[in-house]
C-alpha cells in the first residue's frame, strides 16, 4: 500500500498527504467547490447547448472585416476569446469577488482574501494597446485603426440571420 511505504520513507511526507487529503475533502463537502489541483467528474459530465440565439463579435483593421476563415484556428481563439474575456471580466469583476468571499467565509479562511486577487483592474486603454499588439503579431499587418461590433444572431431557414443591429465595444480605445 502507497500510505505504509510512504510512512516507512517519510513520515512528515504522509502527514502533508493525509492533511492534503482531508482538507480537499473538507473543502468539497462543505462548499461543493472544487480544489485544484484535482479536478472532479462533475466539471466536465455535462453537455454543453447552445442556444438559438449566438453574439458574434466582429472585428475590423484598418476600417476592413477581419476573415477569421483565412486565421489558423488559435489565433482566432486568440482574437475571439481575448476580447470576450476581457467584456466578461467587466461585467463580472466585483461578483466574482462577493462570490469567493461568501465561500471562503463559510470555510473561515476569507481573512486572508485579497481584493486584488479577484478583481481585474486593467483599463480599456491598456487593454486595447495590448490587443493591438496581438492582432499585429497575429495578421502581419500595422494596424491604424481598430474597431469591434457585437451583435446578436438567430438561426432562422438553416443560416444565420442577423437580429439587432451591431452595437460597438467602447472598451476598443479609438487612436
Known sequence: MFLKELWFYNKKATLFFLLFIAVWVFLNIKQGAVATPILQYG?????YYTGNTQEVIRL??????VDFSKLSMSARDQLQVSLESYLHQQQNNET??????????RA??????????YVNTITDKEFTTWYIKLAEKITGEKIFQLSAFQQKYAWQNGQLT?????????CIVAF
Do not use: C, D, H
Open 60 to 65: 475590423y483593421i484598418n476600417n476592413k472585416p
Open 108 to 117: 473561515g479562511i476569507a481573512q486572508w482574501m485579497k481584493k486584488e486577487y
Open 96 to 105: 466574482v469577488f462577493n462570490t469567493m468571499q461568501r465561500i471562503f467565509n
Open 162 to 170: 442577423a437580429i439587432t443591429s451591431p452595437v460597438k465595444l467602447n
Open 43 to 47: 466539471m466536465f459530465s455535462e453537455k
